[in-house]
Every structure is written in C-alpha cells, then in structure tokens.
C-alpha cells in the first residue's frame, strides 16, 4: 500500500534561520507529488508540485523552495525564515493507481519565533 | 478560474442523527472530479469519499454518501449515525482530471462539524 511520510512532525524555528521539510513516499513510483500550507483556521495553499526528478513547479512566490532529488522525495525548503512562513504543511500525492486523487501526509506543524 | 464554495462555517448534529453539508462549485469543464476530505484535530487530511462527474449514480462509502447535482454544481456530503469520531473540519475539493501532467486541487473554505452526546 502507499505511505507518505513527513519529517519532521513538529518544528520551532527563529527568524532568519534555515528550513528543510521531508517528504517520502512508499509503495509507488513516479508518483506527482505536492505541498501545500495551512495557516490557523484558514484553507489550503498549493506552493509547489512535482510531477517528476528535478520538475518543480511553483504556485505562490514566496521565500520557500522545493526540490526533487528523488522520485519518491520531495523537500521544501528556506533559506531564511519569516514569521509568516508559520503553518501547517501538508504533502500530497497522486500515483499511477489512482491518478485523480491526492492523497495526503501527516503534516508539519512549522512554528517561526 | 473553478471556485469551491462551502457556506457553512459551522455544522452541529447529536450522535447518531444525520447532518448534511453543503459544498457548491464554479466550473466550465464537463469532467471533473469532486472530493471531501476530513481534517481531524490532529490535522491530517484524509479522504472520505470522490465522485466522478461522468457518473450520475451518487458515490457511498459506509455512513457517508454525496448528493451530487451537476446542473446546479452542488455536492453535498450526508453523513448518516454520526459518531462523535466524525467531529472535524471538512473541505470540498475538486479538480480537473490529470492529462499527463499534475492536475491542481481547488478547496473550499471548510466546514467545522461538531458532534455531540
């Protein structure tokens, strides 16, 4: 069966600092893969999606990036992080079995102090 | 550009009664696909239940079933004995079916369901 896995679940970050959110998946191959944001109590934002190894499309320019070193790898990232990047990020994916339907990670909760 | 539109910020239903929730969309696309996913407290989305708009039979999973008018772009979700593990934010999705490349989901606002004794 398919499994996302995101690391890390919870994370507390200073302005300015770094950031590297992971996400993997298993059980498919060649899956489309996506992130999205959730700020409280609000709807949710697509920022990137992937539908391959080094294909990155991005939705909202912001201070975050996104990467695909892997198939089943997918990291957003931050050189330096803002108070505004606070939120919860969500990974998605959709596979070959069923093309039309994302499914989602656990999530992490990203607090910006 | 599609809309999602969920009027109802907030639902209440005692256990074990039915509650529906109402979800509309904007579209000029004549296949698509329609979601509702659940975001429990601990803020994982998971999926409760699709409907093909080619497919005019209604979608069921378990306690849960749509009623999904194409005309009037309506979709809502009737949860049916609802058990306090139903209380959690409920979002309608839908989008485009996938030509190759990566077709984008567009939520709705949500729907807080709160279930009580």
């Known amino acids: 069966s398919q499994t996302i896995h995101q690391w890390p679940a919870t994370l507390v970050q200073p302005v300015g600092s770094p950031l590297s959110l992971e996400c993997t998946v298993e059980g498919t191959s060649n899956p489309n893969l996506y992130w999205y944001r959730q700020a409280a109590g609000r709807g949710l934002q697509l920022l990137f999606y992937?539908?391959?190894?080094?294909?990155i499309s991005s939705e909202v320019p912001q201070n975050l990036s996104a990467s695909r070193p892997q198939d089943r790898q997918f990291i957003l990232s931050s050189k330096k992080l803002l108070l505004s990047d606070s939120g919860f990020y969500l990974c998605?994916?959709?596979?070959?079995?069923?093309?039309?339907?994302?499914?989602f990670g656990p999530g992490t909760r990203l607090t910006v102090l | 550009a599609q809309t999602v539109t969920q009027s109802q910020p907030e639902m209440s239903v005692q256990e074990a009664e039915t509650v529906t929730l109402s979800c509309t969309y904007d579209t000029s696309e004549s296949d698509y696909y329609l979601f509702w996913y659940k975001q429990p407290p601990s803020r994982q989305m998971i999926l409760v239940i699709r409907?093909?708009?080619?497919?005019?039979q209604n979608a069921t999973e378990n306690r849960f079933s749509v009623n999904f008018q194409k005309a009037a772009k309506s979709f809502s979700l009737k949860i049916s004995d609802s058990q306090l593990g139903d209380a959690a934010m409920y979002f309608c999705?839908?989008?485009?079916?996938?030509?190759?490349?990566?077709?984008?989901?567009?939520f709705g606002t949500g729907t807080r369901l709160q279930v009580t004794l």
């Open positions: 409907q093909e708009a080619y497919k005019q």
């Open positions: 998605a994916m959709e596979s070959g079995n069923d093309p039309n339907t994302q499914y």
């Open positions: 992937s539908v391959g190894i080094g294909q």
């Open positions: 999705a839908y989008r485009t079916p996938t030509t190759g490349t990566a077709s984008k989901l567009t």
